[in-house]
């Protein structure tokens, strides 16, 4: 009994440590005079929820996976190329909406639409921000 409960914590631990192992990009908002810093966490234990963390941001904002399509395949068993929608969830019901073009593990195109205006935010990859557990802004 002693045995299946030690088997059992170690299962609980290590499952537990690969869910808060989420993938993250650090992002830069481009053609602005102040770019907009964020980190979008993609949550790998629930593929279709997610958030995101703005520099100097109040906290994080939760956004839900609403729609992912094939664009483009790829000749020669490349990876395809996807679009995926995701919408901010806020007290106040729905918020902007993120769109996000990946191909593999690449970010080729990062859009967000703001609800309140429509006003089009394009990003890239902010690949100085990157540490292995958060984007870092702020760094030396």
């Known amino acids: ?17 690969a ?4 993938d993250f990009r650090c992002l830069k908002s ?7 810093k964020l980190q979008f966490v993609f949550q790998t234990d629930k593929p279709d929820k997610g958030y995101v963390l703005y520099q100097n ?15 483009r395949r790829v000749k020669g068993g490349g990876p395809s ?9 806020t007290s106040e019901g729905t918020g902007g909406k993120y769109i996000v073009v990946t191909q ?23 690949t100085d921000a990157w540490t292995e557990k958060k984007c ?3 760094k030396k």
């Open 30 to 36: 481009i053609g602005v005079k102040t770019p907009l």
């Open 104 to 126: 593999g593990a690449r970010i080729n195109e990062f859009r967000y639409i703001r609800k309140k205006d429509g006003k089009l935010f394009k990003f890239e990859e902010d």
């Open 81 to 89: 190329e996807f679009e995926a929608q995701w919408e901010e969830i």
């Open 1 to 17: 009994m002693n045995k299946l409960f030690g088997v059992l914590m170690v299962i609980l631990v290590c499952t537990s440590a």
């Open 57 to 71: 941001g109040s906290g994080p904002i939760t956004v839900k996976l609403i729609k992912e399509r094939e664009v």
């Open 136 to 138: 870092e802004w702020n």
């Open 19 to 22: 869910a808060a192992e989420n």
